[in-house]
């Protein structure tokens, strides 16, 4: 299927396929923070949030999204407008797949185009699939937000990585 699988920026058609597998990354405690699925209403307005620079892209194969990236803002502060944070999701049954290595890179591409000069991510220390990913693609270990945030009411530690694209 990877023959057939196509990166292209996300349309407002592909929101609810976006939203399927977000909420598949928030039910498996793997990916996020978040502990409660997103609405449509919800998902429409972070789409609203990722256009020019701040893009998202789809993995689409046989005309099914199986996956997304996307830029996000690291920060309002016109100090850091050259730093992009990074968000990858892929469908649960098409993971460990290189689909995830498929939409770095295209990000990556467009990020540069978009004059970011870093991304930066946040990831859990106990995934090591996403570890493995960002690791393979350059990226660095920066450090680890310890107890950052609550996940199913436990303090839940948060590993930084960052990637210099120029």
């Not at 699988?5 to 976006?18: C, E, G, K, N, V």
């Not at 793997?30 to 949030?49: C, G, P, R, V, Y």
């Not at 892929?90 to 993971?95: M, T």
Request: glycine share 8%; with cysteine; hydrophobic share 45%.
């Amino acid at each position: 299927m990877l023959s057939t699988l196509m990166i292209r920026p996300a349309t407002f058609q592909d929101l609810t396929s976006i939203q399927h597998i977000y909420n598949q990354g928030i039910e498996d405690r793997i990916a996020t923070l978040e502990s409660s699925a997103k609405d449509l209403n919800a998902m429409s307005d972070w789409f609203q949030e990722h256009q020019g620079r701040f893009i998202i892209l789809v993995a689409e194969a046989e005309g099914s999204v199986l996956g997304w990236a996307s830029l996000n803002r690291y920060s309002h502060r016109c100090a850091y407008d050259g730093v992009a944070d990074l968000s990858i999701y892929i469908e649960r049954a098409s993971r460990g797949r290189g689909i995830g290595s498929l939409l770095l890179h295209a990000l990556e591409e467009k990020a540069v185009a978009a004059d970011f000069y870093k991304i930066v991510l946040f990831t859990f220390p106990f995934n090591p699939m996403a570890q493995g990913l960002y690791r393979k693609g350059g990226y660095r270990e920066v450090g680890v937000f310890e107890k950052q945030g609550k996940l199913d009411g436990r303090m839940t530690d948060v590993m930084i990585m960052e990637k210099l694209l120029l």
